[in-house]
């Protein structure tokens, strides 16, 4: 079993920066695709951004593209998405997950990942 935590959170203004953390325990996600996963109040879970196991092969979305950037590092078991030119939009709680199955390929679908944090609030003030 793998347990996340979502760390790094907070209120900030429109323009600033953050950095989210997700630490594993529970055993190594080294061999795990992990994705991030934003919702807002009243709307659907949508991706923000994957990594492959190796953190070689990144997706991110193009509502996001040139401002998240996803990152890991399995000596730490430890996987980070660092966020820039923060919009209102922006706001909502950040979900960390992971896909215990190989894949080929990067899923942007929440039904392929297995493990999830409890989440973290990001909140951008205009």
């Known amino acids: 079993q793998v347990q996340l935590v979502e760390s790094g959170g907070g209120l900030v203004q429109a323009g600033d920066s953050l950095r989210l953390s997700c630490a594993a325990s529970g055993r190594t996600i080294s061999t795990f695709n992990i994705g991030w996963f934003r919702q807002a109040p009243g709307k659907s879970r949508d991706f923000v951004a994957a990594m492959d196991w190796a953190g070689i092969d990144t997706y991110v979305p193009d509502s996001v593209k040139g401002r998240f950037t996803i990152s890991r590092d399995n000596a730490k078991n430890t996987v980070y998405l660092q966020m820039n030119s923060l919009k209102p939009e922006d706001t909502a709680v950040y979900y960390c997950?992971?896909?215990?199955?190989?894949?080929?390929?990067?899923?942007?679908?929440?039904?392929?990942?297995?493990?999830w944090g409890q989440g973290t609030q990001v909140t951008i003030s205009s």
């Open positions: 997950a992971a896909d215990r199955y190989y894949r080929a390929y990067l899923s942007n679908s929440s039904e392929s990942y297995d493990y």
